[in-house]
């Protein structure tokens, strides 16, 4: 019997860019430089010019060395000093050969999911993912970056923010909210050393005691000889986990039980006399709490919580326009809006119209919100609805859902706008515009299928202004940006048939997470195929 081979499976190949994560529109309010977009794709940093487009600098250059810059996290009196290097002439063509520039290093991380600046524009805070480094870097007049410190956390930051003095408020998914200098002092954290054991040595043998009493005492004396060198060794553990935290200055503020989700920092006139304000830290977690602390030196002290939400909580925010109102969102299929100093529930807002037929079924469509965005406090008119606009976005989803939240706490809803494709990032420009960050790799309301193929023209920004009508609408802006950031583009994707699952799933998941917090139950198939 002839057997005949089976068809050779064609293997396909697409190119498609990488989208931008996070923007963040940089403006320096102390001196005359232009405003400067900053936005992450994959593992670099794109500079823009605000007005124009024009591209002014990408970090890390390729090949670039991206470890312990200005020796920032690094601590010598452990490490030692860098070995010295001997110049030597290459003496053979096998020397030459070997002599050859080495290959680029590649990064060690594949993204930066998180990205901001301080509000005075002066300097930009990144999070590069796999590595778990916190890096600072000053925005130069030229637009490039020069990186001033890198801290590897010991978790993995969730999310970042600042507090006076441009401190930097972080929480991590362990449940736990450090504070540390924006930049950090060049004197590192002496660890502690291990002591020194006791001596425990007992002079007695059973060869030189003869009598039962004797004998009896010394197998007590044996007996807390081994408790004492129990007791010294798990000293010296404890001692070696010191010796592992970080090495630059931080204070754990507090902590949660459950996974942290975000972190915000706002301050509100103290009732106290002799003092003008009281600052407050607000943690939101994966169990549905929403902690209200008091700020340094006294985070342990709680207020209060904002109880509510019946699905993990992603997303909070305080305008500062209304610093008394808290904005919150997640896996619920609303948002909640608080009078978070007295945990006062005061309004409920649906995102999604339900229809009938799926109320009638109960099939409810599960959401997760990505994002909450406050438009900026520097309106020129304080009475426009534009003014006191909550934005919000959903986890692969192409619709902006804007918002006008009233003095009384309830929210207007506002007609939505709808992107080319789903919503990673906005940022709202003092103007009103808001520019969106666009999802080039995946299919337009899904978190996992990917488009057919690359875009064209690739769309990574779009922008829109606000129309003044009766319910409020949005145009398209066709500005140089835009079209200047579309032109250049970002780092390519190939996708082939061969790594093609694998390649998907990375960058899938890199973009996507929040319905990794949504709890299962136990007649979810998900969790019966986990268990």
């Not at 998180?114 to 925005?139: N, S």
């Not at 930097?168 to 200098?181: A, E, H, N, R, W």
Request: with cysteine.
């Amino acid at each position: 019997m002839e057997i005949q081979a089976a068809p050779r499976q064609a293997y396909t190949m697409a190119t498609f860019q990488q989208p931008f994560q996070c923007i963040q529109l940089v403006q320096k309010k102390n001196s005359n430089s232009k405003n400067v977009l900053v936005a992450s794709a994959g593992a670099k940093l794109y500079s823009y010019v605000a007005d124009s487009g024009q591209s002014l600098s990408v970090w890390p250059q390729d090949g670039a060395d991206t470890s312990n810059a200005n020796n920032a996290g690094s601590n010598p009196d452990i490490e030692g000093p860098p070995e010295k290097k001997r110049k030597v002439e290459p003496s053979s063509e096998q020397d030459v050969k070997n002599s050859a520039p080495a290959a680029k290093k590649a990064p060690a991380w594949t993204n930066i999911p998180i990205l901001t600046a301080t509000p005075d524009g002066e300097y930009l805070v990144a999070l590069t993912g796999e590595d778990k480094c916190i890096r600072v870097f000053q925005i130069e007049e030229d637009g490039s970056f020069l990186q001033l410190s890198e801290r590897h956390m010991p978790k993995r930051p969730c999310a970042i923010t600042f507090m006076e003095n441009n401190d930097i408020l972080t929480g991590d998914k362990f449940g736990d909210v450090y504070s540390m200098p924006l930049i950090p002092s060049a004197e590192p954290r002496i660890p502690k050393s291990a002591s020194q054991p006791r001596s425990t040595r007992i002079a007695a043998t059973n060869l030189t005691v003869h009598t039962q009493r004797n004998l009896k005492s010394l197998q007590m004396q044996e007996e807390q000889k081994k408790k004492a060198l129990e007791a010294e060794k798990n000293k010296n553990k404890d001692n070696d986990k010191e010796d592992q935290k970080p090495i630059f200055e931080h204070d754990l503020l507090l902590g949660h039980v459950s996974l942290l989700t975000d972190v915000a920092f706002t301050s509100l006139p103290s009732p106290d006399p002799s003092s003008s304000k009281r600052t407050y830290i607000l943690s939101a977690d994966r169990d549905e709490h929403i902690r209200v602390s008091r700020g340094p030196p006294q985070a342990h002290i709680i207020e209060n919580h904002c109880f509510g939400h019946t699905a993990f909580i992603s997303k909070l925010c305080v305008p500062e326009w209304a610093p008394t109102l808290l904005v919150s969102g997640g896996g619920d299929p609303h948002l909640l809006v608080w009078n978070w100093l007295d945990g006062q529930l005061l309004h409920t807002v649906p995102l999604l119209e339900q229809t009938s037929e799926a109320a009638a079924e109960g099939e409810a469509k599960e959401i997760a919100v990505r994002g909450i965005w406050a438009s900026p406090s520097s309106s020129s008119d304080s009475d426009s609805d534009t003014q006191r606009l909550i934005l919000v976005a959903l986890e692969g989803n192409p619709t902006l859902y804007p918002f006008t939240l009233n003095a009384d706490g309830t929210m207007t809803r506002q007609t939505p706008l709808l992107a080319n494709g789903n919503i990673l990032d906005i940022q709202i420009t003092p103007s009103n515009t808001i520019l969106i960050s666009i999802d080039t790799i995946h299919s337009p309301g899904s978190t996992s299928e990917w488009r057919s193929g690359p875009a064209s023209p690739a769309k990574f920004i779009e922008a829109f202004s606000f129309k003044p009508t009766e319910k409020g609408e949005w145009e398209a802006v066709e500005d140089g940006l835009v079209s200047a950031v579309d032109r250049l583009g970002t780092e390519s994707v190939v996708v082939d048939g061969g790594a093609e699952k694998k390649v998907k799933n990375a960058l899938s998941n890199g973009l996507y997470g929040l319905e990794n917090l949504r709890k299962k139950t136990w007649d979810d198939p998900e969790a019966a195929n986990v268990m």
